[in-house]
RNA sequence: GUACUCAUAGCUCAAUUGGCAGAGCUUCUGACUGUUAAUCAGAGGGUUAAAGGUUCAAAUCCUUUUGAGUACGCCA
């Protein structure tokens, strides 16, 4: 089989191959330069953002002309080191067969196109330098995130996507049903009968695997998600996907202080694991999007996190020399203009927010013993802003109990959540980590809708 | 959802502010070359997003629609 028996351009670029005989490669042809007595083409497989060259001694005996830029070749051969040229290697072809060709009205040329229209043509953008590097980067860092977790102990798990709870305050969710548009069950209020829909209730895709994540925290100890997430927030920013991927960590027996070491830790890893297992997406970032991004975020994993509370943040920012259009008021939940001149201007790298208004957080985050604020942290970057939000979660019954009536929540709906709280209760806590937005902060890429392959966004959902 | 900005050749952009729609790249043809975003010469390519209005004259001004970008809100 071919499939089997080719070799990986990468693998032949880092000379990690068996014999330079009879070698097969498939791939696409990235440019084409044809003279009379010589050609050359460069072909790319995926593996690599590099290319292999492909050298024709006798183009005359090729149907090169048949041959464009996008085609996808079968080309046998044998391989030369050829010390003083860009390349260290390359292929002669002996023969080449064409898989597929490309017509001359093939969309991507050879030159660079802007980001707006690759958006425009998602089926083809991966095929860019930039984007397959973007995707072999996204790749990598989903292993690292299984490695961290894998390594420390964590169990994956999987928590569900339709789901009947809204974990209150994280979104507006987009609704699953079966029912006829066309006609809807009534009620004798004249609403929606959801009694009559698919599973007996309203449902919708998840804004959190938070919830279920508590559950099995407290039977498997330590816990991770690591799936998709959907928001059907009219939300028409550079950091905001209507679907987009997080991981959320949930640990049994484990407070805010201590989640807190891990958050910064594992941000760290992620960017170590970039540093030295990404290396080859690291660079082609540093060169192309953001010059200086690794330098920058070497500095951060050799500097400590800056950790404050919401109240000293308050006062960090009524000091500020300069003007905000919000005003700043303890009680008030902080905007992007504030968030920034914490990370971006006074610390100059990742804040960790901690001990936030009760009046502005979610029902499941612990109370403080000042009844004021909640054991909630927020971590903060510059550029993106917020990565992480997460909390030590209420772990006594009486008092969630009393928050969620507070909240005008349906408490039977909740029962099984509240029975965790029951039966051998335990402190513990757990973040949500946005996969894009730490994607986005590593690689220096600005627009969300660049670092995932096929982005929904309000008004988006082609490809 | 709100505010602002933008839409001209396949792509990236000009058009001296209301006065003959143009360039580079891509594509095609030819030449030439161990080339490497090859190079050189030539050719093709347009209902200026759509609809309406003002004007002797609109890519340019006005209205509506559509799409995009940025900022804000919501959050990860």
Redesign the pocket.
């Known amino acids: 089989m071919d499939y089997f028996k080719r070799t990986k351009i990468k693998d032949i670029l880092q000379k990690d191959i068996e014999s330079y005989q009879d070698v097969k490669v498939l791939g696409w042809v990235k440019?084409k330069?044809?003279?009379?007595?010589?050609a050359?083409l460069e072909l790319n497989d995926g593996s690599t953002v590099k290319n292999l060259?492909i050298?024709i001694?006798n183009p005359s005996d090729f149907a090169l002309e048949e041959i464009?830029?996008g085609a996808s070749l079968k080309i046998k051969g044998y391989l030369e080191d050829?010390p003083n040229?860009?390349?260290s290697i390359?292929m002669?072809a002996e023969k080449i067969d064409i898989i597929g060709t490309a017509p001359?009205n093939y969309?991507l040329?050879?030159?660079?196109?802007?980001f707006?229209?690759l958006?425009e043509i998602a089926h083809l953008r991966p095929r860019t330098k930039t984007f397959s590097t973007v995707n072999r980067f996204r790749n990598k860092i989903s292993y690292a995130i299984h490695k961290y977790y894998q390594e420390k102990g964590f169990q994956y798990i999987h928590s569900p996507i339709i789901t009947a709870s809204d974990a209150e305050?994280?979104?507006e969710m987009f609704k699953v049903t079966t029912l006829d548009f066309e006609n809807l069950p009534k009620n004798d209020q004249g609403e929606v009968n959801y009694q009559e829909d698919f599973f007996g209730e309203q449902t919708g895709l998840t804004v959190?695997g938070q919830l279920e994540a508590e559950v099995m925290a407290t039977a498997l100890g330590d816990v991770y998600t690591f799936g998709p997430t959907f928001?059907a927030?009219?939300?028409?920013?550079?950091?905001?996907?209507?679907e987009?991927w997080?991981i959320e960590p949930e640990m049994a027996f484990c407070n805010l202080e201590e989640m807190m070491d891990l958050i910064e830790d594992f941000i760290k890893y992620l960017f170590e694991y970039a540093i030295e297992e990404a290396e080859e997406e690291m660079e082609f970032f540093d060169q192309n999007i953001e010059k200086g991004r690794k330098e920058t975020l070497q500095k951060i994993i050799n500097a400590t996190f800056a950790r404050i509370t919401y109240t000293e943040a308050v006062n960090i920012l009524k000091k500020a020399d300069q003007s905000f259009e919000?005003p700043v008021e303890w009680g008030m939940?902080l905007?992007?203009?504030h968030e920034?001149y914490l990370t971006e201007k006074h610390f100059k790298k990742p804040v960790l927010v901690t001990d936030y208004p009760l009046g502005i957080k979610a029902f499941y985050m612990r109370a403080n013993d000042d009844n004021q604020t909640v054991a909630a942290v927020?971590c903060l970057v510059p550029e993106v802003?917020?990565?992480?939000?997460g909390s030590q979660r209420e772990e006594r019954y009486d008092v969630l109990k009393k928050r969620m009536e507070e909240e005008n929540m349906n408490i039977d709906k909740y029962e099984w959540f509240l029975e965790l709280r029951k039966f051998g209760t335990v402190p513990h806590s757990g973040f949500?980590?946005?996969f894009?937005?730490i994607l986005m902060y590593i690689s220096g890429i600005?627009?969300?809708?660049d670092i995932i392959p096929f982005p929904r966004t309000p008004?988006?959902a082609r490809f």
């Open positions: 440019t330069r044809v003279s009379k007595n010589i050359f060259q050298v001694l464009n830029r050829v040229r860009e390349q390359e002669k001359d969309i040329q050879k030159k660079e196109h802007s707006e229209f958006r305050g994280a979104g959190s928001r927030e009219n939300s028409n920013t550079s950091r905001h996907a209507s987009f997080m919000f939940d905007q992007t203009e920034r927020d802003g917020e990565i992480i939000g949500g980590l946005g894009e937005r600005k627009n969300i809708r008004g988006n």
